[in-house]
């Protein structure tokens, strides 16, 4: 198993940049893919971002492509979203999960995501 823990959410002006981390225990971090899903009131959970357990696949949803990077350091047991020119649109909660996906070395689908941490909310003021 492996517990999650987000950090780095905050108030931001649009145009503004965050950084949230993810910090996993256990000794099998490497072996998972990691996502970044956010959920705004009164809309459905969606993948963000994702990346393979050796950084070599990523998926970013179209909205937020060309903005936001993730990344990982193994050694660290943390995964990272880097977050630029951010819009009032990316208000919400910022959730980091992992899965080991069907496919191996994938990035796995979105139902695939079985470990969640509790969240950090992101808001960005117009």
């Known amino acids: 198993q492996v517990q999650l823990v987000e950090s780095g959410g905050g108030l931001v002006q649009a145009g503004g940049s965050l950084r949230l981390s993810c910090a996993a225990s256990g000794r099998t971090f490497s072996s998972y893919a990691m996502g970044w899903f956010r959920q705004a009131p009164g809309k459905e959970r969606e993948l963000v971002s994702a990346?393979?357990?050796?950084?070599?696949?990523?998926y970013y949803a179209d909205s937020v492509k060309g903005r936001f990077t993730i990344s990982r350091d193994n050694a660290k047991n943390t995964v990272y979203l880097q977050m630029n020119s951010l819009k009032p649109e990316d208000t919400a909660v910022y959730y980091c999960?992992?899965?080991?996906?069907?496919?191996?070395?994938?990035?796995?689908?979105?139902?695939?995501?079985?470990?969640w941490g509790q969240g950090t909310q992101v808001t960005v003021s117009s």
């Open positions: 990346i393979s357990w050796s950084g070599g696949s990523t």
């Open positions: 999960a992992a899965t080991r996906p069907v496919v191996a070395g994938g990035i796995g689908s979105s139902d695939e995501y079985d470990y």
